[in-house]
T-cell receptor, first 114, second 115 residues
Framework: SQTIHQWPATLVQPVGSPLSLECTVE??????LYWYRQAAGRGLQLLFY??????ISSEVPQNLSASRPQDRQFILSSKKLLLSDSGFYLC?????????????FGPGTRLTVL | DQQVKQNSPSLSVQEGRISILNCDYT??????FLWYKKYPAEGPTFLIS?????DKNEDGRFTVFLNKSAKHLSLHIVPSQPGDSAVYFC??????????????FGTGTRLTIIP
């Protein structure tokens, strides 16, 4: 069966510090991978998605970047965090190249920027 | 531009009664719709979906209805149980060269089931 891991579960970082959140998927090959953010009182905002190694699509202009160095690894990064980067970050995967498929989410990372 | 809207941020329902969660969308290219359930500090979990070729899909206590002309879908939970208390997100996708690879989520509705 497929599983998705995210770490760390919680993170408190000062403004201006770097960020690296990691997501890995097990039990499937060539998944689509996604990073979402849920800010306080708001819905799920798609930040990045990837349909293959090295292929990253950015949905919104922002202070963050994403990379996919391996098939089942997706990394969210920032060189300098802003207060507005606080939120609940979720990684998700779905089967690639299918017409209809649901996305499966990881447990999330709670990021607080002080 | 919020393409998927859930206009009720919260809903309280008595245990055993029917819960009805609503969702509206504006993009006529959306052809696949999903509902997710989310508990605090956890990732959302997939609940039920419906393709635009159908107007109803049922799975146990959960039924999703789609009204394409009104660009409206709803999730019915009957009977409602205390474990159903969670935030429910509506999501939609449109077919592209890669399939329906992107989901657009609504802002969520917090459902509270009163014992």
């Amino acid at each position: 069966s497929q599983t998705i891991h995210q770490w760390p579960a919680t993170l408190v970082q000062p403004v201006g510090s770097p960020l690296s959140l990691e997501c890995t998927v097990e039990g499937t090959s060539n998944p689509n991978l996604y990073w979402y953010r849920q800010a306080a009182g708001r819905g799920l905002q798609l930040l990045f998605y990837s349909v293959g190694i090295g292929q990253i699509s950015s949905e919104v202009p922002q202070n963050l970047s994403a990379s996919r160095p391996q098939d089942r690894q997706f990394i969210l990064s920032s060189k300098k965090l802003l207060l507005s980067d606080s939120g609940f970050y979720l990684c998700a995967w779905s089967l690639g190249f299918y017409s209809y498929n649901e996305q499966f989410f990881g447990p999330g990372t709670r990021l607080t920027v002080l | 531009d919020q393409q998927v809207k859930q206009n009720s941020p919260s809903l309280s329902v008595q245990e055993g009664r029917i819960s009805i969660l609503n969702c509206d969308y504006t993009n006529s290219m959306f052809d696949y719709f999903l509902w997710y359930k989310k508990y605090p500090a956890e990732g959302p979990t997939f609940l039920i979906s419906i393709s635009s070729i159908k107007d109803k899909n049922e799975d146990g206590r959960f039924t999703v209805f789609l009204n394409k002309s009104a660009k409206h879908l709803s999730l019915h939970i009957v009977p409602s149980q205390p474990g159903d208390s969670a935030v429910y997100f509506c999501a939609a996708s449109a077919n592209s060269n890669f399939g329906n690879e992107k989901l657009t989520f609504g802002t969520g509705t917090r459902l509270t089931i009163i014992p």
